[in-house]
């Protein structure tokens, strides 16, 4: 068996996965806190089953809203400050090479909806209180809140000369007027043009990350060691974070409360590396790789991260290379997950900060 794809709700309290089983692709969704996870009895635990039809192969998969019969009542957004239901959350299935899209019920544990377009989708996600499609040929396709499609938006019609050959693989809205499109650089879009900004990868950008009220934009891309962060009014490059390995996964949270922020990266090695503080002034050190990686105008500051996690078992255990295959910060935790028996996801919660003994918070390290 192997992972195809996961991913933590906005909550962390689900984790979704996707494994290849007997060659047929099985979508797994339980708690984070379950028992089989924590080794705790007394923790409340969910845990589903979906196989997909034989032949049927996961692109992607992404948590949406429940809003199949007017059953969400408020905004997706504000509900990731509280204790999310099951049942108010569906996961959107993006299959390969097809143009329908699973809307999936873990609740109950079927596929509610089938979204049918005219092509082959690479991404479904939620925003601005709608769904929102991309597919293969640059068409942005909008989605009530039914998923019915209400709008298509040719995204070459927006290209000239200078953007030759660019295949959009992610986007984020801004607002309703303004989205960031990324290829191996980004682009903003707005009702009547498309600009080029200043975050360009060597390979296509995995995931657009906007932090700090949609100031800066994260980004990074596969088979590479380099975190970009994007001042996007300024449309420059404030910092370059660097990791000892190529990058798979990018995590980054802000607690409001005590003002302490935590960047992490999950690289291929299976280990997790770590940026405490990773804004601040006194964290800033040139990294050769950076500096031979960065001609970029603009970029000053390069980062090391703190310190890295990897997991592994008691020396009187079976020896077993254990490696971590997704992560997901919280308000108070790095959650961490891995595979058992290639299959079944385990999870470890880790305090990302301590209360010091003078009641202030301080970064655990």
Not at 85 to 104: D, G, R
Not at 256 to 279: H, R, S
Not at 286 to 311: F, G, T
């Given at each position: 068996m ?13 984790f979704?996965?996707?494994?290849v ?7 797994r969704?339980q708690?984070?806190t ?14 589903t089953v ?5 032949g ?7 948590w949406?809203?429940?809003t ?23 996961i ?22 089938t979204?049918?377009v005219?092509s082959?989708?690479s ?11 991309l ?6 396709f909008?989605?009530d ?6 709008n298509?938006v ?14 959009f ?6 607002s ?17 043009n498309?600009?080029h ?7 296509e ?6 932090i ?10 596969k088979?590479d060691?380099?975190?970009n962060c994007?001042?996007?009014?300024k ?6 974070y ?20 935590m960047?992490v ?7 997790i ?16 790789a ?11 500051k ?8 990897n997991?592994?078992?008691p020396?009187?255990q079976?020896?077993e ?5 997704d ?5 108070k935790?790095l959650i ?9 996801p385990?999870?470890h919660?880790l ?14 390290s």
């Amino acid at each position: 068996m192997s992972l195809v794809t996961s991913q933590f709700d906005p909550s962390g309290q689900y984790f979704a996965s996707v494994i290849v089983s007997l060659d047929s692709h099985v979508l797994r969704v339980q708690s984070s806190t379950s028992s089989t996870a924590t080794n705790n009895s007394t923790s409340q635990s969910f845990s589903t089953v979906f196989p997909l039809p034989k032949g049927f192969k996961v692109l992607n998969i992404s948590w949406v809203p429940n809003t199949i019969n007017g059953s969400l009542n408020h905004s997706f957004k504000k509900q990731k400050l509280a204790s999310r239901s099951l049942e108010n959350q569906l996961i959107s299935i993006v299959l390969e090479n097809s143009n329908l899209i699973y809307i999936y019920s873990p609740s109950v544990n079927e596929v509610l909806k089938t979204v049918k377009v005219t092509s082959k989708l690479s991404l479904f996600k939620y925003g601005l209180n709608k769904f929102w499609g991309l597919d293969l040929a640059n068409q942005l396709f909008e989605f009530d809140e039914g998923f019915e499609l209400i709008n298509t938006v040719n995204l070459n019609d927006y290209l000239n000369e200078s953007f030759d050959n660019v295949q959009f693989k992610a986007f984020k809205h801004l607002s309703k007027k303004q989205v960031i499109l990324s290829s191996n650089s980004l682009y903003l879009l707005d009702d009547k043009n498309i600009q080029h900004l200043n975050s360009n990868h060597i390979n296509e950008i995995e995931e657009i990350k906007l932090i700090n009220d949609d100031k800066y934009a994260l980004t990074y891309t596969k088979n590479d060691r380099f975190i970009n962060c994007l001042d996007l009014e300024k449309n420059s490059l404030v910092k370059i974070y660097v990791t000892e390995n190529s990058i798979l996964k990018v995590d980054y949270f802000k607690n409001e409360e005590f003002k302490l922020d935590m960047l992490v990266a999950l690289t291929d090695d299976g280990k997790i590396e770590v940026f405490n503080d990773p804004f601040s002034i006194t964290n800033d050190k040139q990294s050769s790789a950076a500096s031979k990686y960065s001609k970029r105008k603009n970029v000053k500051k390069s980062v090391s991260s703190n310190y890295k996690i990897n997991v592994s078992r008691p020396s009187d255990q079976l020896a077993e290379n254990l490696v971590f295959e997704d992560l997901k910060l919280d308000n108070k935790h790095l959650i961490l997950t891995w595979l058992e028996n290639s299959s079944i996801p385990f999870f470890h919660h880790l305090e990302w900060w301590n209360n010091a003994v003078d009641g202030s918070k301080l970064y655990r390290s």
